[in-house]
């Protein structure tokens, strides 16, 4: 049994002709002979004899093997390593999940060829181009900036043509600030104030929230009924201070209660409420006389 060549080294992208046959004792070629072919990785052609079509790439190896006429199964090896191929694409990874808004995190690029071998030295792709549909991301330390709440998309393209898309989903990041949006700050004491509560983190997102009871600390007079809006209900003139708290973040709003429309009218006669409509005098006496309403 000959086969050529005994060691070749090739790329996944090409194919490996081996030639094997039988001669005889005086080096004649022994025609009809079946020849088998054992591939330790890759694939055999099915139309072309000793066609070695590879796959994975590192050292890999063809057995051809002959039975002669007394059984006996003459084996030889071809030893053959395989480069990767051209690049073909790019696989991203990182970020995993809900990423909040305001922290870098880490994003790992990795390029394999068609064959799905993994292609160490990246600048074999070329020059690298990369965007995001939001957000930044640094080529000094790989890492992505998520910045807006939503989902995202960061793109990687090459020169060689390898590319890829990565989506990224953004949550709301560190909470920076609590607003109490008040629908009017001056107010009569008849009517009510409805507030809207928001998360806002380090990035500017909002987020409405709801503020249960115990998260309002200080509504001075009147009563704060929670909801979104909360409602707040004042009882006194003056200037009201209204504050509320959510995870560590306080913030206050002040409100200004004017009185409301009369709805009665008190008379005060010599200090006394009085409920007399008239009353005795003489022409000597003075009355002190206060209205309120």
Known sequence: LVVLPESVTISADDTLQI?????????NTVPGQSILYLPSNGSMSATTEGLFIPY?????????????????TQT???SITVETGIPSYFVLDGCQGTVPAGIWCLITHTLYDQF???????SEAGDLTWTTTNGNYSEVTNEYFPDHVGVWHLNLTSTSGAEVSLVLTVG??????????ASTVSITADEHVWINTTRIDIRGNRLPVLLPSENWIQIQDGQLMEGAPAIWTP???GAKVIQAYYETVYSQITITVQEGAIVSLILLVDNNVS?????DITADDLLDVIVKA
């Open 19 to 27: 030639t094997a046959y039988v001669i005889d004792q005086n080096g």
């Open 56 to 72: 994975a790439s590192g050292v890999q190896s063809v057995q051809v093997s002959w039975v002669d006429l007394t059984s006996t």
């Open 76 to 78: 030889a090896v071809v």
């Open 116 to 122: 799905d071998n993994e292609i160490t030295d990246v």
């Open 172 to 181: 709301h990041g560190e909470m920076e600030s609590l607003e109490l949006d």
């Open 235 to 237: 009882t006194s003139r």
């Open 275 to 279: 409920t007399w409509e008239s009353f």
